[in-house]
């Protein structure tokens, strides 16, 4: 069974940024993509960055520019940076993991970026 933890949600400043962090439970990167999907209240899932096995990015265009994932092998974490945070992305935060029809999730994490 493989398990996704996230953290380092919170309340930020319209402005600010945080990073939010997720690790796995083994080493699952060299054949799953691992993605961060986001839910606001009464709107669906949606994603917002993901990271190929191979490395590959890609990301929403509401957060391209100033949201980047990554990740680090030796931790088992991928990380999403989040940077100019705006109102609109407060939300729960997943972490996904993929491959084929198999998918692993995370509990979430909130954010709430607000004055």
């Known amino acids: 069974q493989v398990q996704l933890v996230e953290s380092g949600g919170g309340l930020v400043q319209p402005g600010g940024s945080l990073t939010l962090s997720c690790e796995t439970s083994?080493?699952?990167?060299?054949?799953?993509?691992m993605s961060w999907y986001r839910q606001a209240p009464g709107k669906e899932r949606e994603l917002v960055a993901a990271?190929?096995?191979?490395?590959?990015?890609n990301y929403a265009d509401s957060v391209k520019g100033r949201f980047t994932i990554s990740r680090d092998n030796a931790k088992n974490t991928v990380y999403l940076q989040m940077n100019s945070l705006k109102s609109e992305d407060t939300a729960v935060y997943y972490c996904?993991?993929?491959?084929?029809?198999?998918?692993?999730w995370g509990q979430g994490t909130q954010v709430t970026v607000s004055s």
């Open positions: 990271i190929t096995s191979g490395g590959s990015t």
């Open positions: 996904n993991a993929q491959r084929f029809l198999i998918n692993y």
């Open positions: 083994r080493n699952l990167f060299s054949i799953y993509t």
